[in-house]
C-alpha cells in the first residue's frame, strides 16, 4: 500500500487505521472524492522517484 511508504521512510512502520466515515475537514467522503478529474493534469514523477531525491 502506497500510503504506508513516506511513514516508513521517515521514522518507521506505524499502524494505519482507516474509518470510511471519518470526516475529513468536517465532509465525510464518497469513493472517489479525491480522485483526479477527466481533464487532470498527472505528473510523470513517482512518490519514490520524488523521495529518494529529498
Do not use: D, I, K, N
Not at 521512510?9 to 477527466?38: C, I, N
Amino acid at each position: 500500500m502506497p500510503c504506508l511508504s513516506v511513514p516508513a521512510a521517515r521514522s518507521g512502520p506505524r499502524e494505519v487505521v482507516t474509518e470510511p466515515q471519518a470526516p475529513y475537514f468536517g465532509a465525510v467522503l464518497e469513493q472517489a472524492s479525491l480522485l483526479p478529474g477527466e481533464h487532470a493534469r498527472v505528473a510523470q514523477t513517482r512518490l519514490s522517484e520524488w523521495s529518494a531525491r529529498r
